[in-house]
């Protein structure tokens, strides 16, 4: 019971890394390029859809890096090359 809480805990630890890891990019480039170095554009409904997009893509793409990289590397240290 405690292992099978202590993995899930795990698992949702390492969810969040991967999640914070691509949001954060994705918001600076979205202050720089839609916001003009402000972010007004987080007022607006219609820029949360890219940027729910692009945030996707980059959360895709760092969990297939997480699978393809090879087994010698610990769990940690796959989450955090990818």
Same mark, same amino acid.
């Given at each position: 019971?405690i292992?099978?809480?202590?993995?899930?805990?795990?698992?949702?630890l390492?969810?969040?890394?991967?999640?914070?890891?691509?949001? $954060?990019? =994705?918001? &600076?480039?979205?202050?720089?390029?839609?916001?003009?170095?402000?972010?007004? *554009?987080?007022?607006?409904?219609? /820029?949360?859809?890219?940027?729910?997009?692009?945030?996707g893509?980059? $959360?895709? =793409?760092? &969990?297939?890096?997480?699978?393809?990289?090879?087994?010698?590397?610990?769990? *940690?240290?796959?989450?955090?090359? /990818?």
């Amino acid at each position: 019971m405690i292992s099978e809480q202590t993995s899930n805990r795990h698992w949702l630890l390492q969810l969040l890394v991967h999640v914070v890891s691509s949001a $954060l990019p =994705v918001m &600076f480039f979205f202050y720089i390029d839609e916001g003009y170095f402000t972010f007004n *554009w987080m007022s607006e409904p219609g /820029a949360w859809i890219p940027f729910t997009f692009y945030t996707g893509i980059y $959360l895709a =793409v760092q &969990f297939s890096l997480r699978a393809t990289l090879p087994k010698r590397y610990s769990s *940690w240290d796959r989450t955090f090359w /990818a």
